[in-house]
């Protein structure tokens, strides 16, 4: 699988680390997992590192993709953010966020890893 989790207890978080050339349904399997992961906790804060991935959602994928995060928000109860390297990918992902908002998920996007490193060792009550 073009992904893999990185579960920190003492930090109260979880990494999706993404990479190589995915779609919508590995960007949701890779979601799924996590969920299914036995030491994920809904009060973790989750990174999904996107910035080695190709991911390039059509609108209408953001959106199906935004709805299926809203669909799931029960299980991230804190923080969700989204690290990308490109203008297009932060474009992408912001749009995902908007739609994910509709459906009552709280999503940050960060093009800056400087700033989601700032996010991560953030307190976390």
């Given at each position: 699988?073009?992904?893999?989790?990185?579960?920190?207890?003492?930090?109260?978080?979880?990494?999706i680390?993404?990479?190589?050339l995915i779609?919508l349904t590995?960007?949701?399997?890779?979601?799924?997992?996590l969920?299914?992961?036995?030491?994920?906790?809904?009060?973790y804060?989750?990174?999904?590192?996107?910035?080695?991935?190709?991911f390039?959602?059509?609108?209408?994928?953001?959106?199906?993709l935004?709805l299926?995060?809203?669909?799931?928000?029960?299980?991230?109860?804190n923080?969700?953010?989204?690290?990308?390297?490109?203008?297009?990918?932060y474009?992408?992902?912001?749009?995902?966020?908007?739609?994910?908002?509709?459906?009552?998920?709280?999503?940050m996007?960060?093009?800056?890893?400087?700033?989601?490193?700032?996010?991560?060792?953030?307190?976390?009550?």
């Open positions: 699988m073009p992904f893999f989790y990185i579960i920190s207890k003492k930090r109260r978080l979880a990494v680390m993404v990479y190589g779609d590995t960007f949701k399997t890779a979601i799924v997992g969920i299914a992961i036995p030491n994920f906790y809904p009060g804060r989750v990174l999904i590192d996107l910035r080695r991935a190709n390039q959602p059509s609108a209408a994928e953001a959106n199906t935004g299926f995060l809203g669909q799931n928000r029960g299980f991230f109860k923080q969700v953010a989204v690290v990308v390297t490109s203008t297009l990918a474009g992408l992902a912001r749009m995902t966020s908007i739609y994910a908002g509709l459906a009552n998920f709280n999503m996007v960060f093009h800056d890893h400087k700033e989601v490193t700032m996010w991560i060792k953030q307190d976390v009550h």
